[in-house]
C-alpha cells in the first residue's frame, strides 16, 4: 500500500480546512466574490510559475479535449465560493464534514457507475456504513 499517497491526501484535507476559514475570514473583509477572485487569481500565478519550469504535458490540448473534461474549473470555482459564503454562518466543521460527505456519496455513485471514465467499483455495504457513518457525523458535530 501507497501510504504516503494517504498522508499526501490528509495533507490537502488539512490545508482545504485551513483554506477554508482563511478566504472565510477574507470575505468578510473584501467581499465573498472578491476573496474566490483573489484565491484563484494567486493559484494562477503560482501554477503558472511551476508550469513554466515542470510542466511537461500539452496545454494546447485544452482546445481539443472533450467538453466534459473541462468543467472542472467551474466546479471548483462553484465549491470555493460555497465554502466562502458557508465557513462564516456555519463553521469550518460543519462545512468540511459537508464536504467530505457530499464527496464521498459522489465517489461512490461515480464508481458504482463507471462514470467519467472511472473504474467501475460497485457500492458494496461497507461503504454504505461509512457514508451513513459520515452523515451521522454531520450531525453530530452541527
Given at each position: 500500500?501507497?501510504?504516503?499517497?494517504?498522508?499526501?491526501?490528509?495533507?490537502?484535507?488539512?490545508?482545504?480546512?485551513?483554506?477554508?476559514?482563511?478566504?472565510?475570514?477574507l470575505g468578510k473583509e473584501i467581499g465573498k466574490?472578491?476573496s474566490s477572485l483573489y484565491n484563484f487569481a494567486?493559484?494562477?500565478?503560482?501554477?503558472?510559475?511551476?508550469?513554466?519550469?515542470?510542466?511537461?504535458?500539452?496545454?494546447?490540448?485544452?482546445?481539443?479535449?472533450?467538453?466534459?473534461?473541462?468543467?472542472?474549473?467551474?466546479?471548483?470555482?462553484?465549491?470555493?465560493?460555497?465554502?466562502?459564503?458557508?465557513?462564516?454562518?456555519?463553521?469550518?466543521?460543519?462545512?468540511?464534514?459537508?464536504?467530505?460527505?457530499?464527496?464521498?456519496?459522489?465517489?461512490?455513485?461515480?464508481?458504482?457507475?463507471?462514470?467519467?471514465?472511472?473504474?467501475?467499483?460497485?457500492?458494496?455495504?461497507?461503504?454504505?456504513?461509512?457514508?451513513?457513518?459520515?452523515?451521522?457525523?454531520?450531525?453530530?458535530?452541527?
Amino acid at each position: 500500500m501507497k501510504v504516503w499517497i494517504y498522508l499526501l491526501a490528509v495533507a490537502a484535507g488539512v490545508s482545504l480546512s485551513i483554506e477554508g476559514a482563511i478566504y472565510g475570514e477574507l470575505g468578510k473583509e473584501i467581499g465573498k466574490l472578491e476573496s474566490s477572485l483573489y484565491n484563484f487569481a494567486v493559484g494562477t500565478l503560482i501554477i503558472g510559475l511551476v508550469l513554466l519550469f515542470l510542466g511537461k504535458g500539452s496545454l494546447s490540448y485544452t482546445f481539443k479535449a472533450p467538453k466534459w473534461q473541462l468543467t472542472g474549473g467551474i466546479l471548483g470555482t462553484i465549491y470555493l465560493t460555497i465554502l466562502v459564503i458557508a465557513i462564516p454562518l456555519v463553521g469550518v466543521g460543519v462545512a468540511m464534514i459537508s464536504v467530505i460527505f457530499g464527496q464521498m456519496a459522489m465517489s461512490m455513485v461515480i464508481e458504482h457507475f463507471g462514470w467519467l471514465g472511472s473504474e467501475r467499483k460497485p457500492v458494496n455495504k461497507e461503504k454504505m456504513g461509512a457514508a451513513a457513518l459520515m452523515l451521522i457525523s454531520l450531525f453530530l458535530i452541527f
